[in-house]
């Protein structure tokens, strides 16, 4: 097996900030590798050093066996990336922005045309080429980057939250590309998002990353093993008499959040009638019940203590105020 | 070479498809002509000049058709930033040097071709150019214009987060540089004053040289303004490229 990305305690400081600390981690060729974690983790930002556009404060990184720092041509060659930003020329039309790519990274005439035209059809763009990127939907856009980011055949794939903000069809669509590119074409590729079920489904390994450390790295079916048994989720009005309502050897964690009890327990399924009446003995009425296998963010929230869905809405106020505070 | 080549022809692209900018940077220069050089034809005592005060005013005008095509393909790089499609290139295993040139002759040709847009404009209401190696002349002039005032933009916006700062240096930086370049007066109507300090506006002799070139008078000799115009244009690809080598996105 073949390493792809080396990375041995790589840190970026902004200023006081730690953006990304000393993170360590290997991956082999031909594996998808997911970086989990909420706004702010320091997902971007290591991209950004693996890619070489921002210098690491400290520690050293690999790819392909080349070290970003000494051979930065040399990275760049080797990598192809889809930015969390648009990067896309609008003005130019689909077929344009593949050309001048292709010219950037000195693919010869032929075998440039010949690949933009297969890698548009592998995107399904082929017959919208000669518009103007303007006119293209979201979804569009970014499968045309995905397209730029594999022209000149990079030996590695940089997929920056590939799928934020595209609606759950175009999202699936997304997926199955990117998961068919790895099998046939046995790229490497490491992807960062917040979303679960899109770790879940593409990775073979995943790094949860908060505030620029990594505190969990595995196979996402270990990761969820890790949490020992299923989880039951009660929502009640009075979830703080729960716990001791609940204070048995078979329950191995109980937390509370958000007006919810969420119970971690092995064959939750045969103990459920149990916890219901016990809960009824102690008078505490309860809104709802429900079991589940354990997901990804079981995960985060047992490392962690919150869920990546908190942040989230976080964000969405924070960008509520911009405009509330635009339109004044 | 072909890095050069690569970033020129997507200038060229996206100036064929910008049909508003290119009548856009037009209409000021040849409203000017026609308002300034009718209006005040007859006003303007010919004998100053040795010439009509249009046809004066004619090469005042392709200079700064020229000039303010150039500063603005340069500052484009700035909606380059903000749309992401600096990343693009800045990712590429390319030398910032060979974005820089390939921006900069992207934005001198673009000018250029406003340049002799507003002069074919000007033939058609009657100039006449006496010696067709003029318009040589002229159009080398105008080339060294273009390359100085495009590698000016993109030293400003290297350094520019937003076009915030964009009119700020209209108005403090370009307009005076227009204003006191002899675009629109002959420069020995100026106080006593102020005439060392037209001499100190590099576009003068750039207006000058356009000037001779295309009415055979000039109140700068020629080759003075070309050594001039020339040095400046070299100085200001050599700052350019400088600040576009630390740009971050
Ligand atoms: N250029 C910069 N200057 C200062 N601070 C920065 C800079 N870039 C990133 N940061 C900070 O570093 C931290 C990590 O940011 P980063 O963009 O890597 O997060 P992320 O995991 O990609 O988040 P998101 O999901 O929002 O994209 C944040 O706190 C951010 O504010
Ligand atoms: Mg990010």
Redesign the pocket.
Known sequence: MTIAIHVADLTRR??D?V??DRINFEIVQGEIFGLL??????????L?MLSTMLEPTSGAAQIMGIDIKKDQDGVRKAIGIVF?DQSLDEELTAWENMDFHGRLYRIPRETREQRIDELLNLVELFDRRNDIVKTFSGGMRRRLEIARGLLHHPAVLFL??PTLGLDPQTRNHLWKYIEDLAKEKNITIIL?T?YMEEADRLCDRIAI?DH?KIIALDTPARLKESIGGDVVTIQSPDTSKISTALSVPWIKRLETHDGEVILTLENAEQHLSMIVTRLNEEKVSITSISVHKPTLEDVFLSFTGKTIRDEDIS?KDAMRMHFRMMRH | MDIVYTIWLRSMKRYVRSKSRIVGSIAMPLFLLVFLGFGLNSVVSATSLGQQYVMFLVPGMVAMSVLFTSVFSGIQIIWDKQFGFLKETLIAPVTRLEIMFGQTVGGATTAVIQGIILMVLAVLMGLRIENPAGFFVALGFMILVGIAFTAFGIAIASRMEDMTGFQLIMNFVVFPLFGLSGALFPISSLPGWLEPVTLLDPLTYGVEGIRYGLTGVSQINPIISAAVIAGFAVAMTVIGAYLFRKISV
């Open positions: 902004f200023g900030l953006a990304v974690g909420p706004n702010g983790a320091g997902k971007t930002t290591t950004a969390q920056d939250e960062t917040h990353i620029g964000r």
